[in-house]
């Protein structure tokens, strides 16, 4: 019997990186940033601010935060994310800077920071044996005394209430059409998730491209999260719904904020 290797899935973040704007074309990037810097400036961090977003992607909400009148740095794991975000920041004549780097070499980022941001769930990318504390750990070396670690993640209860999910995202630019099915599949006792992406770009009936990634995130509970804060030295000051500012998340809130002041 012959065995036929498939070819190896792209990395995450990867081919898919050119297609990431258009998929997430209707995301309120400039009013989650708004939300953001709300609640910096009502945690003592105002425009003017040195800001680094860790897990940048294509650098949609620094540069509103820059809009805004941060002084903004970027960081990610992807260069291909970074190709994108890198001609946002020309296109908006940006003074940004964006460092190719993982979560694992957060200490290489330049330090003195008012305030590290995490956005759209990416902490959620970090997997063990990597954990959240040492993670927190790094990135509080990059903060000055009392500076911040603001970041959104997924809720452990949320993701459990959630069945097996596939999510189908169709676009349209002229005549090319790109399609992308995302399946995700819970591995509950881990704390995992993977989900499958499929992509098709489509030029008439042309089938341009097809390809897969697979994405592996880990989630947490809120408790764990809270607990990862205050290991790695930071007080939490605000858990919040993400978008909101009023009121305590519940088990049912998929997205929950939380802000920690380097103590
Ligand atoms: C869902 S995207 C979010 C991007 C951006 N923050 C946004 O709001 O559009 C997740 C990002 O995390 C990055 N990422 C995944 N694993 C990472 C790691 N280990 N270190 C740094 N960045 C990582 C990916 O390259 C991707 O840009």
Do not use: W
């Given at each position: 019997m012959t065995s036929r290797k498939r070819k190896p899935a792209p990395a995450a973040f990867s081919r898919s990186a050119a297609l990431y704007d258009l998929l997430y074309a209707e995301k309120p990037y400039a009013r989650e940033a708004e939300y953001i810097s709300a609640l910096l400036a009502s945690h003592g961090v105002k425009p003017g601010g040195r800001l680094l977003d860790l897990a940048c992607g294509t650098g949609r909400h620094l540069l509103e935060w820059e809009r805004l009148g941060f002084v903004v740095a970027g960081a990610d794991a992807s260069a291909d994310m970074l190709d994108v975000a890198r001609a946002n920041a020309k296109?908006?004549?940006?003074?940004?800077?964006?460092?190719?780097?993982?979560?694992?070499?957060?200490?290489?980022?330049?330090?003195?920071?008012?305030?590290?941001?995490?956005?759209?769930?990416?902490?959620?990318?970090?997997?063990?044996?990597?954990?959240?504390?040492?993670?927190?750990?790094?990135?509080?070396?990059?903060?000055?005394?009392?500076g911040l670690l603001v970041l959104d993640h997924w809720n452990g209860f949320a993701v459990l209430a959630q069945s097996e999910a596939t999510r189908v995202v169709?676009?349209?630019?002229?005549?090319?059409?790109?399609?992308?099915?995302?399946?995700?599949?819970?591995?509950?006792?881990?704390?995992?998730?993977?989900?499958?992406?499929?992509?098709?770009?489509?030029?008439?009936?042309?089938?341009?491209?097809?390809?897969?990634?697979?994405?592996?995130?880990?989630?947490?509970?809120?408790?764990?999260m809270r607990r990862a804060f205050v290991e790695a030295g930071f007080k939490v000051e605000a858990e919040l719904p993400f978008l909101e500012a009023a009121r305590a998340p519940t088990a049912q809130d998929f997205h929950i904020t939380v802000v920690g002041r380097a103590v």
């Open positions: 296109a908006r004549r940006s003074k940004a800077t964006f460092h190719h780097r993982a979560f694992a070499q957060v200490e290489e980022l330049p330090g003195g920071q008012d305030a590290v941001v995490c956005m759209f769930s990416a902490v959620n990318y970090l997997l063990p044996p990597d954990t959240l504390a040492a993670l927190f750990g790094r990135i509080r070396t990059r903060l000055r005394r009392g169709k676009k349209a630019v002229g005549d090319t059409t790109v399609l992308r099915i995302a399946r995700s599949r819970t591995q509950t006792m881990e704390q995992r998730v993977e989900v499958a992406y499929n992509y098709m770009v489509l030029r008439g009936d042309v089938v341009e491209q097809d390809f897969e990634e697979r994405h592996q995130l880990a989630f947490h509970f809120p408790n764990e």
